[in-house]
């Protein structure tokens, strides 16, 4: 592949995807961006969860991690449980508005979507979720490689 080939695939591809988030967040009556709702489905999905490995699962600092659960903390979607034994150790989990918000958000996700890849045929989408699943596996056993 030519290298202006892939740049305009890298290019159309985040494009997309800053769209979609922008159409997200306009329609969205939450004061809420996406990286909390992930993180809000994180907790949903496998229950309270570390700051440090929320941190590492939607692939942001420590610090930027510390921002959000202050703020899903502050708007009553999350919040921290503390061991009593030992304080140090902090969870995060996910509270019934929580629950409430991040179902009001894969609604408005899943209608973004749909907007989205209306325009494609089943043949195109066939086609699409093909190359995105080799390309998510060749991501996957690419980052094996860097774990020790």
Known sequence: MKDSNLFQVI???????????YHFT????HKLGVTPVLVLSELLQHGALKQTVLAERMGCTPGAMTNIANKLVKLGYAKRVYNEEDRRHVLMEITDAGV?????AQVQGRKVHQELFEVLTDEELEQYLNITEKLLEASIARNQQYKP
Do not use: A, M
Request: net charge positive.
């Open 11 to 21: 290019h159309k591809t985040e494009y997309i995807n800053n769209s979609n988030i």
């Open 26 to 29: 306009r329609r969205f009556p």
């Open 100 to 104: 409430s918000v991040l179902k009001d």
